[in-house]
């Protein structure tokens, strides 16, 4: 009796795996979208009828949602099964609502990898370290930014060099570590109701040709965006910039026009490193303050099998098409990026958590705003 008890849990054991990559469990055979706009609404519409019209097994629906947020809690509740997602709202997702990822986007046919967050300074700045950056000057693209707040903060609170305390008031502490910046929009009053965010936030700001709209959060303030920190830098008023790896080489050989980029050469830029150290500007691999992942398909934990089949199927059949439908593609709509990326080479199964494709490094660094409550 007890050896048959035993005999049965092993082979219960053994067929587990096989029950949950199979997904034969689930029998429904929907999957309904949530989309954001009019635009994603149409390409998923035209998906549903494509799919339907060449027998793909299963069926695609289309549920409007406000937002991001708005489709968390859809998938969450039940009235929607997955949406596309980028990095920020997938953790959201997956902390705030315990919700998973089935798919994720690959741009270049490696790994699910969108960019990565460097610090860059010029190359004449000696005795610069990432772990010694208190009263230094900054460049940021922008307030609340992945590239140009949520990484870099990130990194200098879990490296110690700035603590936000009990208050949990990051815009305050960052003022007090640095001795000047440019953080666009610190001062609207979106980010910053009471009026009270540090003004050296806003020093290595210089607005527009008449000197106006400094610090704004747009680009009438020259050193907003990216382009706009590396400007930043090279014009000597910041000892270091937060952008993305290519920000440079996309303003380099007469690819930006404007007097600072043409003047700008690659011999006179350098990363730093978050051990401390420096690097050359092709060395970003190894050199990065965070690798930020692409976008991917959120639902709910145990709809991750069967949402992955689905969407096995329908880019087997319209991932790469030369006519017809393509997947990865939103030029009929008159907008980018609808539904996946249009850099989008592939979709990659996600079998891990939400937590594995975001990677450890960006994980960190999203949980140090944990104490502003984000959820
Ligand atoms: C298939 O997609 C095209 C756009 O690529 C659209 O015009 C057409 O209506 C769709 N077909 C069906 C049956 O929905
Ligand atoms: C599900 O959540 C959405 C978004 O919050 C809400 O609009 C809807 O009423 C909810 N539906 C149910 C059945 O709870
Ligand atoms: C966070 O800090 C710890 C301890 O200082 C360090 O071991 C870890 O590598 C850091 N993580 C990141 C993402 O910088």
């Given at each position: 009796m007890a050896l048959a008890e035993r005999g049965l849990k092993v082979i219960f054991l053994l067929f587990l795996p096989l029950l949950s990559t199979s997904c034969a469990t689930t029998k429904k055979s929907t999957v309904s979208w949530c989309v954001v706009s009019d635009a994603e609404e149409q390409k998923c519409l035209d998906l549903a009828g494509n799919a339907t019209a060449k027998n793909v097994k299963g069926t695609l629906e289309c549920v409007r949602g406000l937002n991001a947020r708005d489709c968390m809690n859809k998938i969450k509740n039940g009235t929607a099964d997955a949406a596309s997602m980028f990095a920020d709202d997938i953790y959201a997702a997956g902390f705030c609502h315990g919700l998973d990822l089935a798919a994720g986007e690959s741009y270049n046919r490696?790994?699910?990898?969108?960019y990565y967050v460097v610090a860059m300074a010029r190359r004449?700045?000696?005795?610069?370290?990432l772990l010694e950056m208190h009263e230094r000057s900054s460049c940021h693209?922008?307030?609340?930014?992945?590239?140009?707040w949520t990484v870099p903060i990130g990194y200098l609170v879990n490296t110690s060099q700035i603590s936000v305390g009990e208050q949990c008031n990051f815009p305050k502490a960052v003022g007090n570590f640095f001795g000047y910046s440019c953080v666009p929009g610190v001062r609207d009053p979106q980010h910053d109701p009471s009026g009270i965010n540090p003004k050296n936030l806003c020093e290595a700001c210089i607005g527009d040709e008449n000197d106006?709209?400094?610090?704004?959060?747009?680009?009438?303030?020259?050193?907003?965006?990216e382009a706009g920190a590396l400007r930043c830098v090279a014009e000597n008023l910041g000892d270091v910039a937060f952008v993305k790896h290519n920000t440079v080489f996309d303003n380099l050989d007469g690819k930006n026009q404007e007097s600072w980029a043409l003047d700008?050469?690659?011999?006179d830029l350098k990363l730093l490193c978050p051990d401390g150290t420096e690097a050359a500007l092709n060395e970003y691999e190894q050199c990065h303050l965070a690798a930020v992942p692409a976008n991917a398909v959120v639902v709910r934990v145990e709809d991750k099998c069967r949402v992955w089949k689905y969407l096995e199927r329908l880019q087997n059949v319209f991932g790469n098409a030369a006519e017809g439908f393509s997947l990865f593609s939103s030029a009929d709509y008159g907008q980018a990026d609808l539904l996946f990326s249009d850099a989008t080479h592939h979709l990659l199964r996600v079998l891990g958590s939400y937590t594995s494709w975001l990677g450890p490094t960006y994980t960190t660094m999203l949980q140090a705003f944990e104490c502003e409550g984000f959820c």
């Open positions: 490696v790994d699910g990898i969108n004449s700045s000696s005795d610069l370290s693209p922008g307030m609340r930014t992945t590239v140009g106006r709209h400094i610090c704004a959060n747009n680009h009438r303030e020259r050193h907003y965006g700008l050469e690659v011999e």
